[in-house]
C-alpha cells in the first residue's frame, strides 16, 4: 500500500481590519518611498474595499508617509542612478503608477542634465566595447537601439553616435 503525499494546501490569504491594515501600511510605507497606487493595491490584498482604502490613504497622506512628489523624486533618482534608466523610461513608469503631470516633472528635475550625458555616452562606450559587429553602420544601429531601449532620447543619442564617427 503506498501513501498518498500530504496535499500542500496554500496558505490562507489574511484579512486585516482598517486599523490593524493603516498599522502594517504605515510600516510598509516607512520601509521605502511608496505612490498611492502601491499602497492602493496593498491594501486590496489585505482584503479592504473602496472607501476604507481611500480613508486610509487619506490618514496617510495626512501623516506624511505618503507623498507622491516625493516618490517621484526617490523613483527618477533611484532608477537614473542605479538602473541607468533615461527619462523617457522613468517618465513612463511613473506614468503607469498614476503619478500626476506635476509629480512627473518634479521628479525628472531632479536629474542634473551633465549627469544625464556623462551617463548616456559611459554606457554607449561600455556597449560599444561589447558589442562584436564588423559593419560600422550596423554597430552604431544596435547602439542606439541599446540607449533606446534604456529610455534615453532619440536626439541626445543621435548626437553622440555621431560625435564618434
Known sequence: ????????????????????????????????????QEVRNKLYEYGLKGEEIENIIALLIADNFVNEERFAIAFAGGKFRIKKWGKIKIRNELKSRNLSEYCI???LAQIDHADYIQTLKK??????????????????QKLL???????????????????QS
Open 105 to 107: 516633472k518634479k521628479g
Open 1 to 36: 500500500m503506498s501513501r498518498n503525499p500530504k496535499t500542500v494546501e496554500p496558505p490562507q490569504k489574511k484579512y486585516y481590519t482598517p486599523k490593524q491594515a493603516y498599522i502594517k501600511a504605515q510600516t510598509w510605507c516607512a520601509y521605502q518611498e511608496r505612490c498611492q
Open 145 to 163: 537601439h541599446y540607449a533606446l531601449s534604456k529610455g534615453f532620447e532619440q536626439e541626445f543619442v543621435f548626437d553622440y553616435l555621431n560625435s
Open 123 to 140: 554606457m554607449l562606450d561600455q556597449k560599444a566595447k561589447t558589442t562584436i559587429e564588423k559593419n560600422h553602420l550596423r554597430k552604431k
